[in-house]
């Protein structure tokens, strides 16, 4: 009777380990985002310009946004090239994210009329570095950083979160850097707003990740952008020496990383 009840035991047990191993690997399934409407901020160069092919590449709806409408429409030119299907549609919207909160939901309002779909992910990548030492960086620089690379994205992130929390459905990529993790010489007023980035995706994942709203929380290091480019005009020596130590990576290889993490719902 013993045996039997210790048998009976071990079977339960094997039929909840399978239980919890097949929850955890239906968790970690990428997402499928074909037809689905996704929206990648500073889309026209970069990263965020590869995070579009790569979206578009699994037969996503693509919005890329940014203010030079010519470099936008060079970067629909490119993400054409990687269409699946005739279905597929591209927009453009030059705008400029961290003018005002009202500005951005007006925008995002005229995306999703024209798009005919709601957005399903917000991929944030806009932003921009001016480095000095803290009492370098002029006022009005460090002030510029802050509406860009925070209120750029703070912006489009209030305005689709309350629509994926009613919809139990969608993901938002805050963009960050590694400059988020620690305080880095001529990085000062940079890094202010890419902690402030940390903070607020971080909070949000506390607040939506149980109600089907992924988020994903991005830490690239130096990527050869047009962005990395301006941004080596104003760094210090020593900053570039720091720097450098990590290498330079490719904007579509850590786009198609982060592509993947988000998929499957990786903070």
């Known amino acids: 009777m013993a045996l039997d009840l210790v048998s009976y035991l071990l079977i339960i047990l094997v039929v909840v380990l399978h239980i919890m191993v097949l929850g955890y690997v239906l968790k970690k399934r990428p997402k499928n985002i074909s037809g689905k409407h996704v929206v990648v901020t500073g889309g026209s160069s970069g990263i965020g310009l590869w995070t579009a092919v790569h979206c578009f590449k699994r037969g996503a709806n693509v919005t890329i946004v940014a203010r030079n409408v010519k470099v936008l429409n060079e970067a629909k030119v490119e993400i054409e090239k990687h269409r699946v299907n005739e279905q597929q549609k591209i927009l453009v919207k030059s705008l400029d994210l961290g003018t005002s909160y009202d500005a951005v939901e007006k925008g995002f309002r005229e995306i999703e009329e024209e798009m005919n779909l709601p957005v399903y992910m917000l991929v944030n990548c806009a932003g921009l570095a001016i480095c000095g030492l803290v009492e370098e960086v002029s006022v009005q620089d460090a002030k510029f950083m802050m509406d860009v690379n925070y209120y750029g994205t703070y912006y489009p992130t209030r305005y689709v979160l309350p629509k994926m929390k009613a919809a139990r459905e969608g993901i938002i990529v ?71 130590s990590g290498g330079l990576m490719k904007p579509e290889d850590v786009a198609e990383r982060l592509v993947r993490s988000m998929l499957r719902s990786e903070f």
């Open 174 to 244: 805050i963009t960050s850097s590694q400059a988020a993790l620690l305080g880095i010489y001529g990085y000062g007023s940079y890094a202010a707003t890419k902690f402030a980035l940390r903070g607020l995706a971080e909070t949000i994942h506390m607040e939506v990740s149980h109600l089907g709203v992924g988020v994903t929380l991005a830490l690239p290091c130096d990527t050869d952008t047009p962005g990395f480019e301006r941004e080596e005009r104003s760094k210090p020596e020593e900053t570039k020496l720091i720097s450098s």
